[in-house]
C-alpha cells in the first residue's frame, strides 16, 4: 500500500515535471483531396521572355522571380546555373545569356 | 486603444485594390483582391493576400508553384498557438501528391534495421500517443530583410508558427524496427516528388541519437486536428527546438543509414557557416559550412507597428511573443529607448520550452518625439538575440534584435 502510493505520487511528479503530455485518444484520420490554385501571375515582357518562360516555369511559378531584389548580373548568372546543375533544370548552353539577360533586365540593378 | 491603433495601422498597411480588372492575367479573383506592405528593404515588398489554396485562409502569396505562403504577422497578436489555415507553407517541389487516402498510406521504415516496417495510419494511431507545442521556423524566415539582399524566398517574419503536435515518437518507431550496430543517421523522406526526374528528391537526416531521444515525433495532429495537406497530411516529422527544413511534410519513408547522409539536401543546400549566429561577410571565402540545425532565440512586437503615433503622457502596452528556440525562455526585455535602458517584460503561460510565449510591458512615452522600442528574448541556455543582424549567402536564422520606429505626439 505504502509502496503504492509512493509510486503513484512519483508518475503524478513526473507527469507534472515533463513538459510532455500524454495527449488525447487520437482521433482517425480522414482521407483528403484537394485542388491546388493555378498560377495566375505572368513575366512581364523584356528581352528574353520567352527563354525565361519556357525554362523557368517548368518548376515555379513566376512569383519566384517577380519576388526578388534587384541582384547584380553575377548573382542571376549563378542563380540560373544552380537551377542548372543542382535541380538539373534541362537548359541548354546557348539559352543561357538571353535567360541571364533576361532576370537582369528585369531585377538587375537599377 | 490597441483596438484603435491597429486599426489605423492596418489602413496603412493593407491597400485595398478596388478590383482586380487593372491586373492583367487574373483567373482566380479570390487571389489579388487585397495585398500587403512586408515592408523589406529595396523591395519588392508588396504581396496579395490569397485565399485560395486548399485548408488554409487568409497567407501571404510568395510563390503559387510550389507554394510558399507566408502567416500575415498580424495572426501572431492574437495568441501563442498559430491556427493550421494560417499556417505558414513551404515546398521545395511542385510535385506534390494532393489526393491522399488514409486507408492506403504506408510508412516504411527500413535500410540499417532488424525487421522493415510497413505501417498504415491505424499501425501508428495504435501506438501510445505524445503531445507538444513547438515552433516550426523556416530556417530562411526573414530573410527579405538580409543588407545586401540575397535570392531565395524572400519571407517577412511570417514563415513560422507555433502548434500543439501530437503524434507518436520516433524512437517507439525506430524500436520496433531495431536499429542495427553502426547506424549513423536517419533519414526522412516524403511523398513530394521533383518535376524534373534527376533532380534531387527532397531529403534530410539526423543523427541516430538525436532521432531516439524521445521528443522527435512523428504528427498525424495538429492543434488538435489532423495536418492540412499542404502542412504535410497525413504525417509531419516535429524535430522540436531545430529548423522547420527537418520537420518533413507527408513523411512516407524512413531509412536508416550506416554512413553519413550526402545527399544534396543535407551536405550542400541548408548549409551555415560554422560560425557565431551563423555570420560571415559577404564575399567571404573559405568560411567553413555545416548542416543548420538548432533554432535560435527571437522575440517580436505584435501589437505595434512601425509608424505607429502613441499619446504623449500616457501608458502605452507593448505585447508579442517569444521563444528561446532549442530551449525555453527565461527572459524577456523591452527597451523603448533603442535599446540604452530595458525592463523585464511580463511572461505569459509557459506552454513548454519549445513554445511560443506571450510577453507584454508598459511605457510612458514622456514628450514628444521619435521612439525606437525593441525586444529582447534571452533563452534557458542563456543565448540572447544579437544586437547585430548576422548575414550569411542563404539568408539563414535572422534572430537580430527587432526594432520598431514609433512616435509621440
Not at chain 2, 516535429?238 to 520537420?247: D, M, R
Not at chain 2, 508579442?320 to 527597451?335: E, L, N, P, R, T
Amino acid at each position: 500500500m505504502k509502496r503504492r502510493i509512493l509510486l503513484s505520487a512519483l508518475i503524478a511528479a513526473a507527469a507534472m515535471a515533463s513538459p510532455f503530455a500524454q495527449a488525447d485518444a487520437p482521433i482517425a484520420l480522414k482521407s483528403v483531396d484537394v485542388t491546388l490554385p493555378g498560377d495566375t501571375r505572368q513575366l512581364p515582357s523584356g528581352p528574353g521572355l520567352e527563354a525565361a518562360q519556357n525554362h523557368c516555369l517548368a518548376c515555379h511559378s513566376a512569383g519566384m522571380i517577380l519576388t526578388q531584389p534587384r541582384l547584380p548580373r553575377a548573382s542571376w548568372e549563378a542563380e540560373v546555373a544552380k537551377m542548372r546543375n543542382v535541380y538539373k533544370a534541362p537548359v541548354d548552353d546557348k539559352d543561357v545569356p538571353a535567360i541571364v539577360d533576361y532576370l537582369t533586365a528585369i531585377k538587375g540593378p537599377k | 486603444m490597441d483596438r484603435v491603433m491597429r486599426a489605423a495601422l492596418s489602413r496603412r498597411n493593407l491597400l485595398r485594390y478596388a478590383g482586380v480588372g487593372g491586373l492583367a492575367g487574373l483567373a482566380t479573383p479570390s487571389l489579388a483582391q487585397t495585398t500587403i506592405r512586408l515592408p523589406l528593404p529595396g523591395g519588392p515588398d508588396e504581396r496579395a493576400i490569397t485565399t485560395a489554396f486548399p485548408q488554409k485562409g487568409a497567407m501571404v502569396l510568395q510563390r503559387t508553384r510550389p507554394p510558399l505562403l507566408e502567416t500575415p504577422f498580424e495572426v501572431f497578436d492574437k495568441g501563442v498557438f498559430t491556427p493550421n489555415d494560417q499556417f505558414f507553407v513551404r515546398w521545395h517541389w511542385a510535385i506534390i501528391p494532393t489526393s491522399v487516402d488514409a486507408d492506403q498510406f504506408r510508412l516504411n521504415v527500413h535500410g540499417h534495421v532488424d525487421k522493415p516496417l510497413s505501417l498504415s495510419l491505424k499501425d501508428i494511431l495504435a501506438l501510445p500517443p505524445l503531445e507538444y507545442a513547438a515552433v516550426n521556423e523556416c530556417s530562411g524566415n526573414s530573410r527579405g530583410f538580409f543588407q545586401p539582399r540575397v535570392a531565395g524566398g524572400e519571407w517577412g517574419n511570417g514563415a513560422m508558427g507555433n502548434a500543439r503536435w501530437a503524434g507518436v515518437s520516433l524512437k517507439s518507431i525506430l524500436d520496433q524496427a531495431g536499429i542495427k550496430a553502426g547506424a549513423v543517421q536517419v533519414r526522412f523522406n516524403g511523398m513530394d516528388q521533383p518535376v524534373v526526374p534527376d533532380g534531387p528528391d527532397f531529403m534530410k537526416s539526423i543523427s541516430v541519437d538525436h532521432a531516439r531521444d524521445g521528443e522527435v515525433m512523428i504528427a498525424y495532429r495538429m492543434n488538435g486536428e489532423q495536418l492540412p495537406l499542404l502542412n504535410g497530411f497525413p504525417l509531419r516529422l516535429v524535430v522540436p527546438g531545430w529548423y522547420a527544413t527537418y520537420w518533413v511534410k507527408m513523411l512516407n519513408d524512413i531509412e536508416v543509414l550506416d554512413s553519413p547522409d550526402t545527399n544534396f539536401w543535407m551536405k550542400t543546400a541548408y548549409t551555415i557557416p560554422d560560425t557565431p549566429h551563423a555570420d560571415m561577410k559577404p564575399g567571404q571565402t573559405g568560411v567553413p559550412m555545416v548542416p543548420i540545425n538548432k533554432l535560435n532565440p527571437r522575440s517580436f512586437i505584435t501589437n505595434i507597428n512601425a509608424g505607429a503615433s502613441l499619446p504623449v503622457g500616457k501608458p502605452a502596452e507593448a505585447r508579442g511573443i517569444a521563444f528561446g528556440g532549442y530551449d525555453g525562455v527565461k527572459a524577456v526585455d523591452f527597451s523603448s529607448d533603442g535599446g540604452k535602458t530595458w525592463q523585464a517584460a511580463q511572461l505569459g503561460n509557459d506552454e513548454g520550452k519549445y513554445s511560443f510565449r506571450q510577453w507584454h510591458a508598459q511605457f510612458t512615452p514622456a514628450v514628444k518625439g521619435d521612439y525606437t522600442l525593441m525586444v529582447r528574448c534571452t533563452n534557458a541556455s542563456g543565448e540572447a538575440q544579437p544586437s547585430e543582424p548576422n548575414w550569411n549567402p542563404s539568408g539563414f536564422m535572422r534572430n537580430v534584435i527587432e526594432s520598431t520606429q514609433v512616435s509621440a505626439a
